[in-house]
C-alpha cells in the first residue's frame, strides 16, 4: 500500500487515500498528529512523538526535536549513547509512522510519498529520500509542502481556480506558492521561501526576551534550562493565540520562575521575523507576474498560521482576510495522500493531473572573459532557471579554460547570484579529459531535475564520447545499497514499546514530568496518583487499566492547566 | 512546404488570444501525455503553452510593468520600525541603463514615429501611405548608422514588431524589409527576434491564401467548395476530384491548421470527407433533383439541336457508345493481369459473380476511349475501395493472407514513414490519393481484383465492430520483432500518439507475426486491425 507522509519539523502526519476519499491515520495514542521529537531511554528503548516530548522536557540530552533543521547536513546528534544524523532520526519517526498505519489499517506499507518544503535543496531532498528508505519504505515521490496543500485545497471540489497564493508556515520553514488550477490540472506557477524561518524562530524570540528580563541560574545545566525555556516559551505563544496574555510557571530543580507575555510585547519582539515574510511572497507574485489583486486565494497552511500576528501580517499584506478552509495541520498529509492515490493511478483521481516546478536556479561554477578580456572566475552559469516546470532536462556546452588541461572539475551550485560564492554547492564532479589547446575540449552538461526535485547531473565529452553521471561527490553521502540496508537494520533494532504497552508508558512518562514541573502538595498528589496506576497496571485487568488511565489523563490534563497561572 | 507554425501547431489549434482555448488545448494533450515519464513531450508542450499564453506570438510585448511591488503591502504593525533583516539574499540585481551607441535626433524621432503611426493603423494602406513608408524605409537602410549593430538589432527588432502587429497591413513591405536583413536564412536561428518567423509563416499563409483564391489555380474549385460551399454562378458542383479534394484537405490539415480553421466551413468539410470514404451523403432533396432534371432535360434538347461535332446526340445512343467504351476498358483492365485468363476471370465472368463490381467499374471506366490509363487507375481505385470494405467480413484465411501482403507492402514503404503510416491508418482512404495505387505490387493488386471478384456478391455486408485486445505473448514478440521499445509499441497499440516510423514497424512487425500465429488466436485479434 502506498501512503502520504507529512514529515514536518514539529509534527508528521500520514494519510492514505481510499474509495474515492483521503483518511488521516491516529498513531497509538489516538492522535492524528505526532510530534517530530525522538528519545531514548538509557536502556535503549527509543520513544517517538508526545512520550519522547514528555522525556525531552525532564532528561533534554536524552531527546531530540526539531532535527528537521538539520537534514542534508552531516551533523551529528548525539542522544544517550548514541550518535544519528538527521536522517537516522527521521527514519525513526516514519518507521513509527509506518507501524501506525499497519496496525490501524490492517496492510502492508511499503510505498510512500514524502513532504519537504518546496525551498529544499537537493542534498536534504536526498537525504529525506534516504531516511525514507531507511525505514523500510521505497519513496516514490517527495512532494512539495506548499503544492501538497494546494493539491488538498484544490481538488475538494474539482472546479477551476485562478491563481492562489500557498503560505506554509511550519515549525522550521517557510514556503510560498502561487498556485492555478484549470480542468482538475493543477499547476504550480512560482515557489519561494526561507529554510529559516518558522514558528520556532517565535518561540525563540520569547525565549531570548525571557533571558535578557530575567536572571536564570548559571549553574543548572545547559540544556536543560534550554529545553524547559523553549518548552514553556512555546506553551506561552500557544496561549497568545487566544489571550491578551500569557503567564507560565518555569520549574528548575529547587527554582520556580514566573514569566508572562503580553501580546504588544510579542509582537514588538517579531518585527524582525515578519519583515523577512515579505521577500519570498514578492520574488513569487514577480516571477508569476501577478498583482496580489489578481490572487483568488490566499491559504494558510501550517500550525504557526494560527498566530495572530501572522494573521495581521497577512492582511496588511494582502489587503484582505486569509481563507481558512483547510486544516492547516492536516492540509499537507491531506495532499501527501492524494499524490499517492495519483502515483497508484486511483481511478478516482483519473482527470487530476499535477505540475509542479523549480524553485531556484540551478548551474555551475564557470570562468569568462569580461569585455576587457580578463579572465573573470566564480561566476554562475544557470543551466535550469528558477519556476522551470519539472521534469525538464537541459544541455549546455562548456570548453576548457587552459591549453593543456587534463581535468575538469565542475562545481554545481543552487541560487540566484551572478557569483557562486553567494550561491549553495550542490557538489563536485572531477573527471579528466583529453589534453589539448585551450577552449578545444568541450564538454555537455546535462542537467536533469525529475518530479521529485532531485538533480541528476551527465556529463558527456563529445571528443571521446564517454558519459558520466554525477554521484555528489560529498564522502558521508554516498551511500552503497548494502550500507542503506545494514543501517536500517541497525535502526529497526532499536527497541520500542510494545503497542498495547505504548499507551500506558506515555501516560506514565507524563505524570513523571509534571511531577518533576510540580513542587509542593501537587508534586505529592502526582506521586500518589502514579503509584496506583502502577499498581493497577501489574494486575493486568485490561478494563480497570483502561479506566485507571482514562482517570490519570483526564487530572493530569487538569494539572497542567495549571502550571499556566 | 512544410513549414510549421510553432507554437500553434504544437498545441494543434489556431492562433488565438483566447487563453481558455490555449489552456484547453494543453490540458487534452498533457492528459494524454504521461508527463513524469516523457520529460522530451512534457517540455515541448509545456513551452508552447506559455509561448502561446504570453502573446508574443501574436502580438509584440506588452508594455512593462512599472511597479515593482505588485500591491504588495508592508507586513509590519503601524509605529513599527522596520527593524534591519538579518538573513535577506538579494534578490533585485542593480539595473543598467540602456546605453545607446549612436545619437538620435529630432528628425529620427519624427521619422520612426511616423513610420510607426503608419504601420499600426487599421485597414489596408493606400497607395500614398504606402509610398510614404517606402521611402523612409530606403531612409533608413542608406543612413551609415546601419553600420552599428547595436542600432541595426533595433532597428531590426522594431520593424519586425511593427509589420507583425497589424498584418497583413504591412504585408507589400515586408519582402523589402526581409531582403535587407537577410531574414529568410536566419529565420531558424536561436535568438532571432520571435517576430521574424512569424512573419514568414504569416506571408506565406496570406500568398496561399491568395493563389487559392484565384480563379486559374489547380485546386481553386475545391478551395471554393470548402470555404464556401459552391462557387458563385454553379447550380451544382460537378467535376470535383474526390481523390484532388482529399488530397487538399489532407495537406491543409497537415501543413496549414490555421487555415482550417479560420476559413474552412467545418460542415463542408466532413461533407467531403464522408464522400470520400464512400458514405453516403444526403444530396440535394428530391424536388431540387426534379427541378434539376427538367431542367437538364430542357437544356439538353437545346445540346441536341446544336450538332457540330456529327457525332449522334440521342441519349440512348449516347450511353450505348459509353457503355461500350466502358466495356472495352474493363476489358483491357482485366486483360492487364497475366494470370486472370488462366485463373478464368473475365469480363463476362465479373459481370454474373459480382454484378454489383462490374457496375461500379463501369461507371469509372465511363472516360473516353484513348485514357485506358487513366480509366485502369480509377478502376483500380474502386477494387481497392471495395476490398478493403470487404475484408473484415472474410474467413480468416483471406485476412491473414491480406496480412501477408500488407506486410510486404508496409515493408517497401518503409523508406517514407509518412506513407506508410496513412497506408497503416487507412489503406482505403490512402490507396484513393493521388497515385498511390501505381506504388502497390501488381501481386497485391491482383490478389484484390481477384477478392473482389469472386466475393463481392449482393449479399449485405455487415459493419465489423472494432475491438480486440492484443494478448500479452504476442505483444511481447512484437517488441522483439519490430525492435521498438515496449512503451512506444503500446502507445502504437492503444492509438495514443505515435511516430510515423513507429507505427510503420510496429504494424509491419505485427502483420508478419500474424501468419506465424495459430489460426484461432490470429481470428480473435485481427479485427481490431482491419
Known amino acids: 500500500m502506498i501512503v502520504g507522509i507529512d514529515l514536518g519539523t514539529t509534527n508528521s502526519a500520514a494519510a492514505i487515500f481510499e474509495n474515492g476519499e483521503t483518511r488521516l491515520i491516529p498513531n497509538a495514542l489516538g492522535d492524528l498528529l505526532t510530534p517530530s521529537a525522538v528519545a531514548i531511554l538509557p536502556d535503549g528503548t527509543t520513544l517517538v512523538g508526545k512520550p519522547a516530548l514528555n522525556h525531552w522536557v525532564l532528561k533534554p540530552a536524552e531527546a531530540v526535536t526539531s532535527f528537521k533543521r538539520f537534514i542534508g547536513t552531516n551533523r551529528t546528534i548525539k542522544i544517550g549513547r548514541y550518535a544519528f544524523k538527521a536522517e537516522d532520526l527521521s527514519a525513526i519517526v516514519l518507521r513509527s509512522l509506518k507501524e501506525d498505519i499497519e496496525s490501524a489499517t490492517g496492510r502492508e506499507v511499503t510505498e510512500a510519498v514524502i513532504t519537504v518544503p518546496a525551498y529544499f535543496n537537493d542534498k536534504q531532498r536526498k537525504a529525506t529520500r534516504r531516511a525514507g528508505e531507511l525505514a523500510g519504505l521505497k519513496v516514490a515521490r517527495l512532494l512539495n509542502e506548499p503544492t501538497a496543500a494546494a493539491l488538498a485545497f484544490g481538488i475538494a471540489d474539482k472546479e477551476d481556480r485562478e491563481p492562489f497564493l500557498v503560505f506554509d508556515l511550519g515549525g522550521g520553514t517557510f514556503d510560498v506558492s502561487i498556485v492555478e488550477m484549470f480542468d482538475a490540472i493543477v499547476e504550480v506557477r512560482a515557489s519561494s521561501g526561507d529554510n529559516r524561518l518558522g514558528g520556532d524562530d517565535f518561540t525563540n524570540a520569547i525565549v531570548a526576551h525571557w533571558t535578557q528580563k530575567h536572571d536564570f541560574p548559571s549553574d543548572v545545566r545547559r540544556n536543560l534550562l534550554d529545553a524547559r525555556l523553549f518548552q514553556v516559551a512555546d506553551m506561552a505563544r500557544r496561549i497568545l493565540t487566544d489571550q491578551p496574555e500569557a503567564s507560565v510557571r518555569l520549574t528548575l530543580p529547587e527554582r520556580q520562575f514566573d514569566l508572562s507575555i503580553s501580546a504588544d510585547e510579542f509582537e514588538g519582539l517579531s518585527t524582525s521575523l515578519l519583515a523577512r515574510l515579505r521577500d519570498p511572497i514578492l520574488r513569487s507574485l514577480r516571477d508569476s507576474n501577478l498583482r496580489i489583486e489578481a490572487l483568488s486565494d490566499i491559504v494558510l497552511v501550517g500550525g504557526a498560521t494560527r498566530m495572530p500576528i501572522i494573521r495581521k501580517a497577512i492582511t496588511k499584506m494582502f489587503g484582505r482576510f486569509p481563507n481558512h478552509l483547510v486544516h492547516p495541520d492536516h492540509a499537507v498529509a491531506i495532499g501527501a495522500a492524494i499524490q499517492a492515490g495519483l502515483v497508484a493511478r486511483n481511478a478516482a483521481l483519473d482527470e487530476v493531473r499535477l505540475t509542479d516546478i523549480c524553485p531556484f536556479t540551478l548551474g555551475i561554477e564557470v570562468t569568462e572573459h569580461d569585455s576587457h578580456g580578463r579572465l573573470r572566475a566564480g561566476l554562475f552559469s544557470p543551466i535550469i532557471s528558477r519556476n522551470s516546470p519539472t521534469p525538464i532536462s537541459r544541455t549546455n556546452s562548456y570548453s576548457s579554460m587552459s591549453d593543456n588541461q587534463t581535468h575538469i572539475k565542475l562545481n554545481i551550485y543552487q541560487g540566484e547570484s551572478r557569483e557562486v560564492a553567494n550561491n549553495i554547492l550542490l557538489g563536485t564532479m572531477e573527471f579528466p579529459i583529453p589534453k589539448k589547446p585551450a577552449g578545444q575540449v568541450s564538454i555537455d552538461c546535462r542537467f536533469t531535475y525529475d518530479s521529485s526535485g532531485l538533480l541528476d547531473v551527465d556529463v558527456t565529452i563529445p571528443e571521446t564520447g564517454e558519459t558520466r553521471s554525477m554521484l555528489i561527490a560529498d564522502d558521508s553521502e554516498t551511500l552503497t545499497a548494502e550500507q542503506i540496508e545494514e543501517r536500517r537494520e541497525q535502526l529497526a533494532a532499536l527497541k520500542t514499546h510494545p503497542r498495547d504497552v505504548a499507551e500506558n508508558q506515555y501516560v506514565v512518562g507524563w505524570a513523571a514530568r509534571l511531577y518533576e514541573e510540580f513542587i509542593d502538595e501537587r508534586r505529592e498528589h502526582i506521586g500518589r496518583m502514579l503509584l496506583h496506576f502502577e499498581g493497577v497496571l501489574e494486575t493486568q485487568d485490561p478494563r480497570a487499566i483502561e479506566e485507571a488511565r482514562g482517570a490519570m489523563t483526564t487530572a493530569l490534563q487538569e494539572i497542567e492547566q495549571d502550571q499556566r497561572l | ?530
Open chain 2, 1 to 530: 512546404m512544410s513549414t510549421t507554425h510553432w507554437p500553434w501547431t504544437i498545441l494543434q489549434i489556431a492562433p488565438t488570444e483566447d487563453r481558455k482555448a490555449i489552456r484547453e488545448a494543453y490540458s487534452r494533450l498533457l492528459k494524454a501525455l504521461d508527463h513524469e515519464a516523457e520529460t522530451e513531450a512534457y517540455m515541448d508542450l509545456r513551452h508552447a503553452r506559455d509561448a502561446a499564453l504570453s502573446g508574443e506570438f501574436l502580438h509584440p510585448h506588452a508594455p512593462d510593468i512599472d511597479e515593482d511591488d505588485f500591491g504588495l503591502g508592508d507586513p509590519l504593525p503601524e509605529g513599527s520600525e522596520p527593524a534591519s533583516v538579518d538573513t535577506a539574499p538579494a534578490l533585485t540585481e542593480p539595473e543598467e541603463k540602456p546605453v545607446f551607441t549612436v545619437a538620435y535626433d529630432d528628425d529620427d524621432d519624427r521619422r520612426f514615429r511616423r513610420m510607426a503611426d503608419l504601420l499600426l493603423d487599421d485597414g489596408e494602406l493606400t497607395p500614398e501611405e504606402a509610398g510614404e513608408l517606402d521611402g523612409h524605409l530606403d531612409a533608413l537602410f542608406a543612413d551609415e548608422r546601419m553600420a552599428d549593430l547595436g542600432h541595426y538589432a533595433r532597428v531590426e527588432g522594431w520593424l519586425a514588431e511593427l509589420l507583425a502587429d497589424r498584418y497583413p497591413r504591412g504585408a507589400a513591405l515586408f519582402p523589402k524589409v526581409a531582403a535587407y536583413f537577410h531574414w529568410a536564412d536566419r529565420t531558424h536561428e536561436l535568438g532571432v527576434h520571435p517576430a521574424i518567423p512569424w512573419l514568414f509563416n504569416a506571408h506565406e499563409g496570406e500568398s496561399l491564401l491568395r493563389e487559392l483564391n484565384t480563379p486559374g489555380h489547380a485546386y481553386h474549385r475545391e478551395w471554393i467548395e470548402l470555404a464556401k460551399g459552391k462557387p458563385q454562378g454553379m447550380l451544382w458542383t460537378r467535376g470535383i476530384d474526390k481523390p484532388r479534394m482529399g488530397n487538399l484537405i489532407a495537406t491543409i490539415r497537415r501543413d496549414y491548421p490555421w487555415l482550417e480553421q479560420e476559413h474552412w466551413q467545418p460542415e463542408l468539410v466532413a461533407r467531403w470527407e464522408k464522400k470520400a470514404a464512400g458514405g453516403n451523403v444526403k444530396g440535394p432533396g428530391v424536388w431540387t433533383w426534379i427541378g434539376l432534371s427538367i431542367f437538364a432535360l430542357s437544356m439538353l434538347s437545346q445540346i441536341v439541336d446544336d450538332d457540330r461535332s456529327g457525332v449522334d446526340h440521342n441519349p440512348a445512343a449516347l450511353a450505348a457508345v459509353e457503355a461500350a467504351n466502358a466495356d472495352k476498358h474493363i476489358a483491357s483492365f482485366i486483360a492487364s493481369f497475366p494470370n486472370a485468363a488462366a485463373d478464368g476471370r473475365s469480363l463476362e465472368t465479373l459481370r454474373a459473380r459480382s454484378p454489383k463490381s462490374f457496375s461500379t467499374l463501369q461507371r469509372s471506366a465511363n472516360m473516353p476511349e484513348s485514357l485506358t490509363e487513366e480509366a485502369g487507375r480509377a478502376m483500380m481505385r474502386d477494387i481497392a475501395d471495395i476490398y478493403y470494405l470487404i475484408i473484415d467480413n472474410l474467413p480468416y484465411e483471406a485476412q491473414v493472407a491480406d496480412a501477408r501482403f500488407r506486410a510486404a507492402e508496409i515493408g517497401r514503404l518503409r523508406e517514407q514513414p509518412q506513407a506508410c503510416a496513412d497506408f497503416i491508418r487507412n489503406p482505403r482512404i490512402f490507396l484513393r490519393q493521388s497515385r498511390n495505387i501505381d506504388d502497390i505490387s501488381p501481386d497485391y493488386r491482383y490478389r484484390m481484383f481477384s477478392v473482389v471478384h469472386d466475393e463481392y456478391d449482393d449479399r449485405e455486408w455487415p459493419l465489423v465492430h472494432k475491438q480486440a485486445t492484443i494478448p500479452g505473448d504476442v505483444i511481447g514478440k512484437l517488441i522483439k520483432r519490430s525492435g521498438v521499445p515496449e512503451q512506444r509499441v503500446r502507445d502504437v497499440l492503444s492509438g495514443r500518439s505515435a511516430s510515423e516510423a513507429d507505427i510503420c514497424r510496429t504494424i509491419g512487425s505485427f502483420y508478419e507475426l500474424l501468419t506465424e500465429i495459430p489460426a484461432m488466436e490470429a481470428g480473435k485479434i485481427l479485427p481490431a486491425f482491419l
